[in-house]
């Protein structure tokens, strides 16, 4: 709304909620088979046998695999927007406000036995997953402002000051510049430093497991260890959370430019982003080689040794350092014809250099260098429909031993503005990944998949309803 001349304002409440159940995935108690072997009622040398106590040693040790997951956040906003004094006849735009909120997020995974009882991950054989539950309050001061230095020059400058319950004090800013000499030719630069939080997982996981490859196992002993010879074997590793972390830091620079004629454009942007405290792990090798022996109960930042098995215990830390550098491209035009409308847009991303640290040693970064993204509309009164295409070339795996293929799938979806003349309302319907594109594999790893949200769904189809009142 309006509140003088020249002054308005904007004020939002924002409430959501989500809930997730799966079950599924029938895995084995380490501690019930164990026993069973050991009491000789599970037959090792015929897994298929038919002897009551074989059947029952199976039936006593089986569990469901239970992940129940949600989120909830609610948050107030109110900002006071206005346009003051003017360079060249073009006034300055502002914004400035304030906003309060709080956010819960959990994941809980659970294993049941037949007898109703729940287990953790870390009594489940050959199980990976996490555990956590969290919440966060913050309240939020930013302002925002567009400022005219010149006939042909705009300024932008924002900033935001945020305080959270948990992590503490974050701040964000942001400074840009626009340029447009006389033709058809805009040029852009900007740069922006920022801090954020670590994930819920990160600051309150109770039990996170995997199951890593370590390059050896160089035996027990006083680190630091040496590898005499590579020995590759895999290994549990517990990972807890670390409400200590640090907020995480990240900065951006880009230069770009655009060129604009009539309703045909073409952008590109260099950009580099780097980020530091970045919350992570260094590789099970590395603590294979540094972390010592457990002693006693104790179970933070050490190695575990149960006859044969080896369990890696330790936390989340802030030891990631990353920069990335690349190229995005936007183009598209459109026309007018005596039928309708038709046009296309797009864009390419070309990644140049991916570069990340962890805990100062340099790690391989498996990326894909270059993604498409096109789209083609075709629309006639209220009705319009587009079709987009979407290509992600293959790469790397994170050892450099395999490579996941390159991935295209592709889209279409209706939309129906003033459906029956009902005005303020539009329908869109449609289909996400239309040919039903899988993952792809690593050809090193074939349970290794890597892919667009989108091909994880398969074939999916949505219907969406929006009305404006």
Not at 8 to 30: K, M, P, S
Not at 200 to 229: F, I, S, W
Not at 322 to 332: D, H, K, L, P, V
Not at 367 to 395: E, P, Q
Request: charged share 20%; proline share 4%; aromatic share 8%.
């Amino acid at each position: 709304g309006g509140l003088a001349e020249g002054l308005g304002y904007d004020a939002r409440i924002e409430a959501y909620r989500c809930d997730a159940f799966l079950t599924g995935n029938t895995l084995v108690h380490a501690g019930r088979i164990q026993q069973a072997v050991e009491e000789g009622h599970y037959n090792l040398a015929d897994p298929f046998s038919q002897d009551v106590d074989h059947i029952a040693a199976i039936e006593n040790s089986s569990l469901t695999e239970e992940q129940d997951s949600g989120s909830e956040g609610l948050s107030a906003r109110f900002a006071v927007e206005g346009s003051g004094f003017g360079i060249g006849g073009r006034d300055a735009a502002w914004t400035a406000g304030v906003e309060l909120g709080r956010f819960e997020a959990h994941e809980l995974l659970r294993f049941r036995s037949n007898d109703g009882i729940t287990h953790k991950v870390t009594e489940v054989l050959g199980s990976g997953g996490v555990s956590y539950a969290g919440k966060r309050e913050f309240r939020a001061a930013f302002a925002d402002m567009l400022l005219p230095a010149a006939d042909r020059l705009d300024l932008r400058v924002a900033g935001r000051a945020t305080e959270t319950d948990d992590v503490g004090g974050l701040a964000s800013w942001r400074v840009g510049a626009e340029y447009r000499p006389p033709g058809i030719v805009t040029l852009r630069g900007s740069f922006s430093a920022a801090e954020g939080t670590p994930s819920m997982e990160q600051l309150y996981a109770t039990e996170a497991q995997g199951h890593p490859y370590v390059l050896c196992d160089p035996g027990a002993g006083p680190p630091p260890r040496t590898c005499p010879a590579p020995n590759v074997r895999q290994v549990t590793q517990e990972l807890s959370g670390n409400p200590k972390l640090d907020p995480v830091k990240a900065d951006r620079l880009a230069f770009g430019a655009e060129a604009r004629q009539g309703p045909f454009f073409l952008a590109a942007e260099w950009y580099r982003r780097s980020s530091s405290k970045g919350v992570g792990l260094n590789t099970a090798t590395h603590a294979m080689l540094n972390l010592p022996e457990c002693v006693g109960g104790a179970r933070e930042n050490c190695i575990e040794r149960n006859g044969g098995d080896i369990t890696i215990h330790r936390g989340f830390e802030n030891v990631v350092e990353t920069e990335t550098s690349g190229i995005n491209t936007r183009f598209g035009g459109g026309m007018r014809t005596s039928w309708g409308v038709i046009g296309m847009r797009g864009a390419w991303r070309h990644v140049l250099g991916a570069d990340k640290r962890v805990a100062g040693a340099k790690v391989r970064v498996p990326v894909v260098r270059n993604a498409v993204r096109v789209g083609f509309l075709a629309r006639r009164g209220n009705l319009s429909a587009v079709w987009t295409a979407n290509y992600r070339a293959g790469f790397k795996n994170q050892t450099n031993t395999g490579e996941f293929e390159s991935w295209t799938g592709h889209d279409l979806s209706v939309d129906w503005a003033d459906p029956l003349g009902l005005e303020g309302a539009r329908v869109s319907a449609g289909v996400f990944n239309l040919t039903d594109e899988l993952l792809t594999t690593d050809t090193s790893d074939p349970s290794a998949t890597d892919g667009p949200v989108a091909a994880g769904w398969g074939r999916t189809f949505f219907l969406t309803l929006n009305m404006r009142f």
